[in-house]
């Protein structure tokens, strides 16, 4: 048990930063962009294939996160200088994907399981400092030495990587350009009135967002050890109930708080995914099922709670006014004025 929930908890923590990217097109930027599905693959594709050829893992990475950039301004190129609605334009930008991704690749699967990547680079080096004993030490004398995690390496890397590409977006998104997208988001008449190009804005905002998703990925198909042409389908579904998760548990009182909530709500997704799994009746491919049944109550739950909440006090207040109906004229203003005490 312990082992499942390590792993869902590091595998929460890396598709963290796609949700952060589906966070920014669909809630700052108010854009149902699509090209998720699409880019989270490029990402994967153009690491593998450049790790698989020698390059250096981490500029492999990199490289990865500067094509999800490219893919998504050409899907805010579509929808702003096209004229294209924006839904069709993340449709057509993710289809187009597919076949580029396959360009990249060669063929549609690229195995990286016997080749130096950048996890197991990071594995290496927390084998070497000893932290990986020192941590198993730990749980070996609580009595869980029977579920150790091969290394503790990749999780707090990428608890380290998660935290400050937030903190990254947390400080950009207050930056004049930030508020100049968050603006355009809410209000594009508004932000055209001050001369600002909102188009620009849009294209650059989608192209951030879709960077963050193909880092994401560059850095899943290092994990898992393989990158493949539909591994990112449904992707989309993943960051959105990633995104309604955080904000229905934790609040979206503040923008370092909503991205907080957004990285906890990944990790919180894929740990529910996980013990649902373990269920004797489920099977892997239940997966996309138990995800849209998530997003359902996720989406369902808070406004059945608040539903629930204003009948209570709809219900209450029928119970004081039948109070205040049963007192005697004269005694109205003594009874409303306790009433309102006690409440």
């Known amino acids: 048990m312990f082992t499942s929930i390590f792993g869902a908890f590091e595998s929460g923590i890396i598709y963290a930063i796609m949700a952060l990217g589906v966070y920014l097109s669909f809630r700052v930027l108010?854009?149902?962009?699509?090209?998720?599905?699409g880019s989270f693959v490029t990402g994967a594709a153009v690491a593998a294939i450049m790790i698989?050829?020698?390059?250096?893992?981490?500029?492999?990475?990199m490289t990865a996160l500067v094509a999800g950039f490219i893919a998504g301004c050409l899907t805010g190129v579509i929808h702003t200088v096209g004229k294209v609605n924006a839904l069709l334009s993340g449709i057509l930008m993710m289809i187009a994907l597919y076949s580029?991704?396959?360009?990249?690749?060669?063929?549609?699967?690229?195995?990286?399981l016997n080749t130096d990547t950048a996890m197991t680079a990071v594995r290496d080096f927390f084998e070497k400092t000893g932290i990986d004993a020192f941590l198993n030490g730990i749980l070996t004398a609580v009595g869980l030495g029977d579920s150790l995690p091969r290394t503790?390496?990749?999780?707090?890397?990428?608890?380290?990587?998660?935290?400050?590409?937030?903190?990254?977006?947390?400080?950009?998104l207050k930056t004049e350009l930030g508020l100049a997208i968050r603006a355009t988001g809410d209000n594009k008449r508004m932000i055209r009135s001050f001369s600002s190009n909102t188009n620009l804005m849009i294209i650059l905002g989608l192209g951030l967002s879709n960077a963050m998703v193909?880092?994401?990925?560059?850095?899943?198909?290092?994990?898992?050890?393989?990158?493949?042409?539909?591994m990112g389908i449904g992707m989309i579904i993943i960051g959105l109930a990633s995104v309604i998760i955080g904000e229905a548990l934790f609040g979206t009182k503040s923008i370092a708080r909503t991205t907080l909530a957004v990285i906890g709500g990944s990790i919180?997704?894929?740990?529910?995914?996980?013990l649902a799994l373990r269920v004797e009746f489920?099977?892997?491919?239940d997966m996309k099922l138990i995800t849209a049944i998530i997003v359902i109550l996720a989406l369902t739950a808070p406004k059945m709670i608040d539903s629930y909440k204003e009948k209570k006090r709809k219900?209450?207040?029928?119970?004081?006014?039948?109070?205040?109906?049963?007192v005697p004229s004269e005694g109205k203003g003594e009874a409303g004025a306790a009433l309102k005490s006690d409440s």
């Open 30 to 37: 108010d854009f149902p962009d699509l090209t998720v599905d």
């Open 52 to 61: 698989v050829n020698g390059a250096n893992p981490f500029a492999a990475t």
């Open 100 to 112: 580029i991704n396959l360009r990249i690749m060669g063929k549609s699967n690229v195995p990286l």
């Open 152 to 172: 503790w390496g990749i999780l707090l890397f990428m608890i380290f990587v998660t935290l400050a590409i937030k903190f990254l977006t947390d400080a950009f």
């Open 214 to 230: 193909a880092f994401s990925g560059a850095l899943i198909a290092q994990q898992g050890g393989f990158a493949d042409v539909g």
């Open 268 to 274: 919180i997704y894929r740990i529910v995914v996980t």
């Open 282 to 285: 489920l099977e892997p491919g």
């Open 315 to 326: 219900v209450k207040r029928q119970l004081e006014n039948m109070q205040m109906a049963a």
